[in-house]
T-cell receptor, first 117, second 111 residues
Framework: GAVVSQHPSRVICKSGTSVKIECRSLDFQATTMFWYRQFPKKSLMLMATSNEGSKATYEQGVEKDKFLINHASLTLSTLTVTSAHPEDSSFYIC?????????????FGPGTRLTVL | AQSVTQLGSHVSVSEGALVLLRCNYSSSVPPYLFWYVQYPNQGLQLLLKYTSAATLVKGINGFEAEFKKSETSFHLTKPSAHMSDAAEYFCAVKYDYKLSFGAGTTVTVRA
């Protein structure tokens, strides 16, 4: 199956700093990439959807100025958590899809554990 | 809106026993349904998906799921549990271009 990587896998930062997480599709071109947030023992919550070369679409309640998403190419999307605070600590997972229609599956990255001190 | 409900947040089975994870969907149109597995501190891996081609869907690792329109269900089963099946399982429905996940079911396997 298709492979999606995320970097870093784990990051610890101080409150007030910004953190960038990369999501790459390694062996296919991702028309669309998705960013999810997962709290402990909870399900995945979609934060935003990004398409290459256009602005991301954020879900209701997600601060676009807080979570900056850039989809610069068909194989790379980045999520930047700006001015991070302890409540931003979470497991962030990206996924990528080759085309969005019908039953196309999303391929998930391994996730990034963010801890804000 | 499309959604899925997973009945049972935690399932414990003995090694070799049947695994049954329940998922009900709400959809006004024929849905695309998925089952994913997540191991600790990892992303999600697709087990199987329903695309209306066949009601009984076979997936990886011996899992299968049956789509029952009359019951709006898409339950996941595996005849014989293995220790390596211990993980978190998510049912999901795709609407438009988005996936909507159930709350998840934690599976533990007893030796």
């Amino acid at each position: 199956g298709a492979v999606v990587s995320q970097h870093p896998s784990r990051v610890i930062c101080k409150s007030g700093t910004s953190v960038k997480i990369e999501c790459r599709s390694l062996d296919f071109q991702a028309t669309t990439m998705f960013w999810y947030r997962q709290f402990p023992k909870k399900s995945l919550m979609l934060m935003a959807t990004s398409n290459e070369g256009s602005k991301a679409t954020y879900e209701q309640g997600v601060e676009k100025d807080k979570f900056l998403i850039n989809h610069a190419s068909l194989t790379l999307s980045t999520l930047t958590v700006t001015s991070a605070h302890p409540e931003d600590s979470s497991f962030y997972i990206c996924s990528a899809e080759e085309g969005t229609s019908g039953p196309n599956e999303q391929f998930f990255g391994p996730g990034t554990r963010l801890t804000v001190l | 809106a499309q959604s899925v409900t997973q009945l049972g947040s935690h399932v414990s089975v003995s090694e070799g026993a049947l695994v049954l994870l329940r998922c009900n969907y709400s959809s006004s149109v024929p849905p695309y349904l998925f089952w994913y597995v997540q191991y600790p501190n990892q992303g999600l891996q697709l087990l199987l998906k329903y695309t209306s081609a066949a009601t009984l869907v076979k997936g990886i690792n011996g899992f299968e799921a049956e789509f029952k329109k009359s019951e709006t269900s898409f339950h996941l089963t595996k005849p014989s549990a293995h220790m390596s099946d211990a993980a978190e399982y998510f049912c999901a429905v795709k609407y438009d271009y988005k996936l909507s996940f159930g709350a998840g079911t934690t599976v533990t396997v007893r030796a």
